[in-house]
């Protein structure tokens, strides 16, 4: 059974920063391509950013760009979110999602949820002074 497990989330200042985890277990991470999400109270979900299967192609929400980073660690199954620079604005319920490469594309990804089938079950993550 494919299962997502986020960690990192937590509370920090305005300008500080994060790295979120999502470990897979069941599967490897080497043919999936992974999404970032994330939900703030009252929001709909938003794409933060993806890495497809190979690593090679990277897509970031504008509001992330040059603030946040995704990486994937095949050896340790894990990608990871850097979030640094952190606003208030980006409080919320994170999640990663993961779709296999024979559907997504071995080098490509998506910043549409609804192209992810299995998804983790959140880490909070609360900017505030």
């Known amino acids: 059974q494919l299962q997502l497990v986020e960690s990192g989330g937590g509370l920090v200042q305005p300008g500080g920063s994060l790295r979120l985890s999502c470990a897979a277990s069941?599967?490897?991470?080497?043919?999936?391509?992974i999404g970032w999400f994330r939900q703030a109270p009252g929001k709909e979900r938003e794409g933060v950013t993806c890495?497809?299967?190979?690593?090679?192609?990277?897509t970031y929400a504008d509001s992330m760009k040059g603030r946040f980073t995704i990486s994937r660690d095949n050896a340790k199954n894990t990608v990871y979110l850097q979030m640094n620079s952190l606003k208030p604005e980006d409080t919320a319920v994170y999640y990663c999602a993961a779709q296999g490469a024979r559907t997504m594309g071995y080098y490509d990804c998506s910043g549409y949820d609804y192209e992810y089938d299995s998804w983790g079950q959140g880490t909070q993550v609360t900017v505030s002074s």
């Open positions: 069941g599967f490897t991470l080497d043919y999936y391509a």
């Open positions: 890495i497809s299967s190979s690593g090679g192609t990277t």
